[in-house]
């Protein structure tokens, strides 16, 4: 299991694609892992050198004490790159993960060619607050399938719900072993973040994707780092809910692929 110690903490990462290929890292949403970017690795790691890991709490990497800060974040993963010696790398996230590339293209430029952020914000008005310190408290209750039955209709569409049933009863189970203690800190991080005030510092190709049906996320946290990053660009994917990379795969990583290649 290829596991680095950097910033005081054991992270988990994989590397996929070319040697040669360009880098570009994935940044996970909150309860991701490397396996959840499943819709993308196979058609990003054609042309590109990929690398997924898993965020201090997430997946296989260390769950240590907290608190966590998505700046904290951006810590870890300075030091994981200039270890592992990869980049400057095209950051690409959902939710979570395009917050944390927030914070790399405001504070380690450095390490970024361009920035793809997905279904993501860069505040939190007080509707979004609102269901954040509902997801902790769900949190803290300790049991995981009732954490996953209390959040989950924030975060995908009707639609997508009604073609895919058969997804929240797997979903459910990956939740039976989810650590809600980390989920916890990830969540109380995410509730604290704010970078609204200086997304105009970001000067690197970035494009922000927003999902038409998010509740959660909604496009207008899109709209707003628009028209505040100087340059971006902005899509919206039609008929998807806050996980768009899963209900609409295909639209995302052709939103992607595009974006990328204009860098070349």
């Known amino acids: 299991m290829p596991t680095l110690r950097v910033n005081g903490v054991n992270l988990y990462y994989e590397c996929h694609g070319p040697e040669d290929g360009e880098p570009l890292v994935l940044n996970n949403g909150v309860f991701m892992n490397t396996a959840s970017w499943a819709c993308q690795l196979p058609a990003l790691a054609r042309r ?3 690398l997924t890991y898993d965020m201090r709490g997430q997946g296989q990497s260390e769950h240590p004490e907290g608190p966590y800060s998505l700046e904290q974040h951006g810590e870890d993963l300075d030091a994981l790159l200039t270890a592992l010696a990869f980049g400057p790398a095209h950051m690409v996230g959902t ?10 293209g405001i504070r380690y430029p450095h390490h970024c060619k361009s920035l793809c952020i997905i279904a993501s914000v860069s505040h939190s008005d007080p509707l979004l607050a609102a269901m954040i310190e ?5 949190a803290r209750l300790g049991d995981g399938p009732a954490f996953f039955r209390l959040i989950y209709a924030d975060t995908y569409s009707e639609g997508f719900l009604q073609q895919r049933p058969e997804l929240i009863p797997m979903a459910e189970e ?6 809600l203690r980390a989920a916890d800190l990830l969540i109380d991080s995410f509730s604290r973040f704010n970078v609204t005030a200086d997304l105009g510092k970001i000067a690197l190709p970035t494009c922000i994707v927003s999902a038409e049906l998010d509740i959660l996320k909604p496009r207008k946290y899109g709209e707003l780092m628009h028209q505040a990053i100087p340059g971006s660009e902005f899509h919206v994917v039609p008929g998807a809910g806050h996980v768009v990379v899963l209900e609409r795969a295909a639209e ?12 070349r």
């Not at 917050?99 to 790399?104: D, G, I, R, T, Y």
């Not at 509902?134 to 769900?138: E, P």
């Open 174 to 179: 990956r939740y039976a072993s989810l650590d």
């Open 252 to 263: 995302v990583n052709t939103i992607i692929l595009g974006f990328l290649a204009k860098q």
């Open 134 to 138: 509902r997801w902790g408290i769900a």
């Open 95 to 104: 939710s979570y993960g395009g917050e944390l590339n927030l914070v790399m």
């Open 48 to 50: 590109y050198r990929v």
